[in-house]
C-alpha cells in the first residue's frame, strides 16, 4: 500500500505531490542538532564531502572537542546515527543525496536559510525589536509634530534624521549578525 493510501503523505512531499516539505517538516528536519551541523559541515566545506570526515565533524562540535581528541567509539556511535537515521532523513526531504559513503547538499538545502534566524538565549527576536523601534521613533516624531518635545534647539529634520539612524544602524547590525550565524558560515555551527 502507499502512504498516501495508508493516510500519510509521502516523505518530503508537500500537498498533490510537491516535492517541496512544509514549514513543519522544516523545522522538524532542522531541530535536531546533528542534521544542522550536517547541513553546516556540508555548506562550510562545500559538495561531496566525505561520511567518516562529516561524522567526525558533528561528533566533536556535538561533545566539544578536537577532531584529533575524539576516541573510535565516539567517531562510530555518531557516523551509525547519521547513517542510518538523520542522512536518510535529510535525503527523503530533497535536502541531500548521500551513498553510504558521501553526503551532497542539494539546491533545497538553500532554502533552509529562512527557517534559521537564530535568536541567542539572551536577546530579543529581531521582529519585536523593531517593533519597539518602530514605537519610539513614532513617539518621537508624534512628540515633535505635536509640539511636546521642544524643536528649538534641535531642529524636527534632525528628529527625523536621529531616528531614521536609529533604524538603520539596527538594519545593518541585525544584517551582520544574520549573516554570522547563517550555516555553513563559521567554523563551528551556533
Known sequence: MT???EGERPPGGGPGGDSRPERG????????????????YCKREGDPVAL???????AAWELEKEVSEL????RKRVYTALQQTHLPTLERANMVVFDDRTVALTDRAAELE???????????????YYLGLSALGLLALGGVASGVI??????????????LGVVFVSALVHAVEGRRNRLGTADRPH
Open 71 to 74: 576516541t573510535s567509539a565516539e
Open 52 to 58: 567518516g570526515d562529516l561524522a567526525e565533524h558533528v
Open 150 to 163: 521642544p524643536t528649538d534647539p534641535v531642529p524636527a529634520l534632525a528628529w527625523a534624521a536621529g531616528v
Open 25 to 40: 517538516e522544516i523545522f522538524d528536519l532542522l531541530s535536531n542538532h546533528r542534521r544542522r551541523y550536517t547541513i553546516h
Open 3 to 5: 502512504a498516501e493510501l
Open 114 to 128: 529562512v527557517y534559521l534566524d537564530i535568536v541567542p538565549g539572551d536577546s530579543i527576536p529581531w521582529g519585536l
